[in-house]
């Protein structure tokens, strides 16, 4: 439990530096380059929601895990390899685009919020706020990318 819930930081924390470095890759442009601070912001909040959910006592907060490590693992590879990129060669709006909202797709699926059997109530809730709130991250992405890419004719 312990060790997903690492796992499940380190994610975060992986995805903060991404958008980080993506609003840095992204100087040109203000308003995706805030845009991606504040998703840079919230990704902080949630490595810290996570940690906290790790020193929880275990027994009394959490029934188990629904899905296996290698997942997350698997996971937390492509972020950090992601991360790697994105330092050697800047990315292009589109190009990072794409990747953040990849990634944060298959985010989703694994999430505490959505991974996670909990035995407390007040603390499902909290958590499921979390995971709704990458799932906003994909909107906001979405909508950032369909408005420049994909306009409407
Ligand atoms: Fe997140
Ligand atoms: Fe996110």
């Not at 290698?70 to 685009?97: F, G, I, M, V, Y």
């Not at 035995?119 to 991250?137: G, P, Q, T, V």
Request: glycine letters at 4%; a negative charge.
């Amino acid at each position: 439990m312990q060790e997903f819930f690492d796992i499940c930081s380190e994610i975060e924390s992986t995805m903060c530096l991404i958008y980080r470095r993506m609003a840095h890759a992204m100087r040109g442009n203000e308003k995706l380059q805030e845009l991606m601070l504040q998703l840079a912001k919230d990704e902080a909040d949630h490595a810290n929601q996570v940690r906290y959910a790790r020193v929880l006592p275990q027994s009394e907060s959490f029934a188990g895990v629904k899905i296996g490590k290698s997942r997350l693992e698997l996971l937390l590879l492509k972020a950090q390899s992601l991360l790697r990129d994105l330092e050697n060669d800047p990315p292009t709006e589109k190009h990072a685009l794409l990747k953040a909202i990849e990634l944060e797709e298959e985010f989703i699926g694994v999430h505490v919020g959505t991974a996670v059997e909990f035995k407390d109530e007040k603390l499902k809730e909290r958590f499921s706020m979390l995971a709704r709130d990458d799932e906003k991250h994909v909107g906001t992405l979405r909508a950032y990318f369909n408005k420049v890419y994909c306009p409407a004719t």
